[in-house]
């Protein structure tokens, strides 16, 4: 076997397609749910709240998933969420062929169990990898790995959209198949055990140093200031989301129109992630992001002031691939200066204020909608991306920020016992 390239590694390739095919999956039923809901119940409360059952599990185990995949074998933690989640969507589609009474409660509570197996598979099939490829190999997988979620946007969305239209529980059934087919290629791998990185079990989490990763992540300026502006962000965003649905189901247009406006995002995503490289290469996290902030503000604009498919495919688009460049640039400073035994209680407190606004705005945007229409409510979105753009050139503190200069150049945090210090290695 190549020991740079993928070539020839079967357990990689199972992992990655089981896990990749399961996400367009679940990205066909996260479009689905709202429509399921819009279509009958016309309640926009209703569908809120199950945006909120799916980004819900975000804020309750962000944490504990990152201790699972510590303590358990990943490889039989990803089998367990195949399995949870082909049940959950087959009572979804179960209980639309018959019309059950309190769908909505069904559907909500399901979402709610998709929601939780997504944040604990994110986490442990990114473990999971070191289990199945070389040292040399993780840089390539990693790649795979980026490209997994722009992908299982554009195919999820596009499709989930379509087969809505043509029965309404369609996206569950294709949900269902491919749980099946991840249960299946997760059990045909043979992990090499070998490969593991000795580090990586010699800092085991304990109960009374779980708020390193909170602490660390306040004390560091970047870190604190793009955390809460991209957790902030993350709610417009959401909110956006449910306009786009919101203001297409209004058009009358057929329901598969609103998976390919939605895609959008992950072509968006995948050119993106192609591109990152150069920018990141040229400019520091902090000006990307900053600079981020401000294309979404332009982007909102034509996206508050027209229901037009076209403009809207276009503008979502943009935001997907502003999403991913400024993802790409900040994890890069984040893994350059946070050290590797705190790296994963970092990244989850990080994640839980980021994917809990996802949650949040998903709950807002239901009663935002109802209680103010699509018009006020795309001019407020905009107007608050405009003012969080504005308050991010206020954060303080300009150290270390410049992704060109070698790791030497980038402050490093070191966790000492009962502190934390930055120093200039």
């Given amino acids: 076997m190549n020991k740079l390239h993928l070539t020839g590694n079967r357990s990689f390739f199972l992992l990655w397609s089981g896990n990749a095919l399961s996400l367009v999956g679940f990205h066909g039923a996260r479009i689905a749910y709202p429509l399921l809901i819009l279509a009958t119940t016309d309640s926009l409360a209703a569908a809120g709240w199950v945006g909120f059952a799916l980004g819900a599990p975000n804020l309750i185990f962000q944490i504990p998933s990152g201790i699972v995949a510590d303590r358990f074998e990943r490889l039989r933690v990803l089998m367990v969420c195949q399995v949870l989640g082909l049940l959950a969507v087959c009572v979804v589609a179960t209980s639309v062929l018959a019309e059950a009474r309190h769908l909505a409660l069904l559907v909500i509570a399901a979402a709610f169990v998709e929601g939780t197996i997504y944040v604990f598979a994110e986490v442990c099939e990114r473990g999971a990898i070191s289990d199945v490829v070389s040292h040399e190999q993780r840089p390539a997988a990693f790649a795979f790995l980026e490209a997994e979620q722009p992908i299982a946007l554009l195919l999820g969305r596009a499709a989930g959209g379509a087969v809505f239209g043509l029965a309404r529980w369609l996206p569950f059934v294709v949900d269902a198949a491919t749980y099946l087919y991840c249960l299946i290629a997760l059990a045909l791998i043979r992990p090499n055990r070998a490969r593991r990185d000795p580090a990586a079990t010699a800092h085991r989490p304990r109960s009374h140093d779980l708020g390193v990763g909170i602490r660390i992540v306040w004390q560091e300026p970047l870190l604190r200031a793009s955390t809460a502006a991209l957790g902030m962000s993350n709610l417009i965003i959401q909110i956006v989301l449910l306009l786009i649905l919101f203001e297409l189901q209004m058009t009358g247009l057929a329901a598969w129109t609103a998976g390919v406006v939605l895609s959008a995002a992950g072509i968006g995503g995948i050119l993106g992630a192609v591109g990152a490289h150069w920018f990141t290469a040229r400019w520091s996290a902090r000006w990307i992001y900053r600079a981020g902030l401000w294309v979404w503000t332009g982007l909102l604009l034509p996206i508050a002031s027209s229901d037009n498919p076209i403009v809207l495919a276009v503008c979502w688009g943009g935001v997907g691939a502003v999403g991913v460049v400024s ?78 200069a070698a790791s030497k150049q980038v402050p490093q945090i070191r966790w000492g016992s009962d502190s934390v210090s930055r120093e200039h290695e």
């Fill in 327 to 404: 993802n790409i640039a900040l994890t890069l400073y984040r893994t350059a200066v946070i050290p590797e035994h705190i790296l994963g209680r970092a990244l989850a407190a990080m994640g839980l204020v980021s994917s809990g606004a996802v949650a949040l705005g998903a709950l807002a945007a239901g009663y935002l909608l109802a209680m103010f229409g699509s018009g006020v409510v795309g001019w407020l979105t905009l107007m608050a991306m405009l003012i969080l753009a504005i308050g991010a050139g206020y954060e303080p503190g300009r150290r270390g920020t410049h992704l060109v």
